[in-house]
């Protein structure tokens, strides 16, 4: 091996692309003594590989990336050092696939992150519309409830509050699994600080109460009002504005014998206090 031969395969040499027993030969080039201009050569593709390298992003890609990547570089390679043979074609083709790898790589990279940023967005798009008509549907339920209730204050107040904007709605659900039939809604006026009860199937229960309650946590239920349940078993009642800022966790409703004891006798409904936006 002359330096001659030396630098004109050094970029083979530098990119690991030599047979083995060539590369043997190029290192004994290499520890003879003098040179000209060899390890120059060899310094200045190292460092050019090196900044190739370097240039590729931090991040690992992902394996299905990976095996995209590894199927174009296939055709790719085939198609660089088919036509020419020769350690340049060899050369240049380990070049032209590690730039091809890049960009395709980055292309791929780009077209994941949009894909990713265009489904997120989807889906809280549809999070927000299915809540959207969640609170609708609440609505409705609550306007077609109201439309049998008597005319009250109360009724009036609450189909005030469900046109105005921010009314938020919660459903109230069974408590215990033989809380059966009844059910209902909470709409809260978070700007005037007001909250009512829209609930259906209260039967009327001899010698018994039904109970607003509002919970600052689990342990802790306040008192706040009552409920005088109408023949067709519409309900609609105002929790007292006094402890409504206390409904930090849920509103419920109960059935008492004794409603002046400060505890639930025993919780029929509840509802998560809706989160104030
Ligand atoms: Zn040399």
Request: proline content about 6%.
């Amino acid at each position: 091996v002359t330096c001659a031969d030396f630098k004109e395969q050094v970029a083979a040499y530098a990119l690991g692309a030599l047979e083995p027993d060539e590369r043997r030969a190029f290192d004994e080039h290499l520890r003879e003594g003098r040179h000209e201009g060899c390890l120059d050569e060899l310094a200045r593709m190292e460092a050019t590989a090196q900044s190739l390298a370097e240039s590729l992003p931090p991040v690992k890609p992902g394996a299905h990336v990976w095996k995209r990547i590894e199927e174009r570089l296939g055709a790719e390679g085939l198609r660089a050092s088919g036509g020419g043979g020769g350690r340049r074609w060899q050369v240049l083709s380990v070049l032209v696939a590690a730039a091809a790898m890049l960009v395709i790589w980055l292309l791929l990279k780009q077209k994941d992150e949009l894909e990713e940023r265009l489904a997120d967005a989807d889906s809280q798009r549809m999070l927000a519309q299915a809540e959207i008509r969640e609170q609708q549907r609440l609505a409705n339920e609550c306007r077609t409830e109201l439309a049998k209730a008597k005319v009250s204050d109360a009724q009036k107040q609450v189909l005030a509050v469900l046109e105005r904007k921010g009314t938020q709605l919660a459903q109230l659900g069974a408590f215990t699994p033989d809380v059966q039939g009844l059910g209902g809604n909470i709409v809260v006026d978070p700007d005037r600080k007001l909250a009512y009860l829209v609930g259906n199937g209260f039967k009327p229960e001899p010698g018994k109460t039904y109970q607003l309650w509002v919970l600052p946590d689990l342990e802790h239920p306040v008192p706040a009002g009552l409920v005088q349940p109408e023949a067709n078993g519409t309900a609609v009642a105002s929790f007292d504005p006094s402890v409504l800022d206390q409904a930090k966790a849920f509103f419920a409703v109960s059935l008492e014998a004794d409603p002046s004891d400060a505890k639930p006798e025993k919780i029929l409904l509840a509802a998560a206090a809706p989160k104030t936006p």
